[in-house]
């Protein structure tokens, strides 16, 4: 079981005298960041959202009930999990809270295409959706994650291997690039042809004239990273952020446009942005029409967005390089995301919120923590999160 944790009176004191130091010495950071989805006293689950997970694999089922917790500690009103039916039972035994979604799986246990109108139905009746952590590898994984990639409709988080299926597909390669992943993406082009009965296309061409139906957040560690892009960036601060903003660039490029997650209501408020370097600037100013977001995770976590905006966190620190730790920002995000939180604000508001939690638990211990851990501080990191900006309102 994930369990969060609850930290006594005078814990809950010293993070908060905490939280005022740091408010007070670093006010730029924190009234950079977003403020937290309100939590009106009469909001009920519907209010929150609802957040739909999509992954796991035999031998992987801990990865999606991480993204699950982390979910539902980050607020979302419901969370539902999508996931192999051979491993349902293993994964809704790590939590009560998410329900799960048994799907069309392989001999090893991987989704398989044939559960795309099954998770497209579902994720009709969700706000927002994450796919791929567990998710595995397979030639089918990879025909499931690329339709799943244009035919969502709503805010979507790709990461761990629906990464490296969208990078062997060769997505967002452009036409220069085409014939380095020709042969995977002949072969998925000549399974569509013999069910659709349309003519299959090649690489770049395959993909032209398709846009995602809805926004789309991508997290790459390093290695995906340059498995999408091929170049791995390096440790250099400012190389990372150019990096991940001329991605995030490309894909608005290739995939940006016409998303339809952008409702009326939602561009509304939607104001003039500012390119920034940090984690934004304050208030709406920071509001992104873009519907394409980058998030390059390692130390100092930079997330870009296809319209030029960047960001660069400032928490965390090395109790996250362990196993699981991307599968609990995934939750984070969508669990923001489901909220109705714009999807740049979400990713940056989560990169903050999880890399403070592991701040937070290092302040119990040095070593031995493990990504579930970053799920039981959760809720100790949104008290922080917000005594932080409220004491570095009063700076100014």
Known sequence: MIETYWPDAATRADFARRAEASGRSNPAFWNALPK??????????????????????????????????????????????????????????????????????????????????AILAEAANATAVAVGPGFGRSA????????????????????ADALNALAEAGVFDEETEAPKRRGLAEEIGKSEKEKNGSEAKGTSKRFAGRKPRGARILTPHPGEFARLTGAKPTGDRTARIDAATAFAKRLERLCGGDSEAWSKEDAATQVKRK??????????????????????????????DGAGAVCLN?????????????????GII???????????????????????????????????????????????????????????SRSF
Not at 54 to 75: D, E, F, P, Q, Y
Not at 140 to 159: G, K, M, N, Q
Not at 277 to 295: K, M, Y
Not at 359 to 366: F, M, N, P, Q, V
């Open 36 to 117: 937290l989805p309100a939590r009106p006293v009469d909001g009920h689950k519907g209010t929150f959202g609802t957040a739909l997970c999509v992954g796991g694999s035999r031998g992987m089922s801990g990865a999606i009930a991480l993204t699950g917790s982390a979910a539902l500690v980050a607020g979302a009103g419901l969370t539902r999990l999508f996931v192999p039916d051979s491993i349902l039972e293993t994964v809704a035994g790590f939590a009560r809270e998410y329900t799960t979604i048994p799907g069309a799986c392989d001999a090893s246990g991987r989704l398989t295409s044939a559960a795309l109108n």
């Open 140 to 159: 089918e994984a990879t025909r499931l994650v690329v339709e799943l990639f244009f035919e969502l409709e709503r805010p979507t988080v790709f990461d």
């Open 275 to 304: 390119e920034v370097l940090r984690v934004g600037t304050s208030g709406d100013e920071t509001a992104s029409r873009s519907s394409c977001v980058v998030v390059l995770k390692g130390a100092g976590t930079v997330v870009a």
């Open 314 to 330: 400032e928490t965390g620190n090395p109790n996250l390089a362990t196993g699981g730790s991307g599968d609990v920002l995934t």
């Open 334 to 392: 969508v669990g923001l995301l489901a909220q109705k939180t714009t999807p740049f604000d979400a990713a940056r508001s989560a990169v903050a919120l999880h890399g403070l939690a592991a701040d937070l638990r290092a302040t119990r211990s040095s070593r031995g923590a493990v990504a579930s851990d970053v799920v039981r501080f959760l809720p100790a990191a949104f008290d922080f999160y917000e005594a932080a900006q409220t004491a570095a």
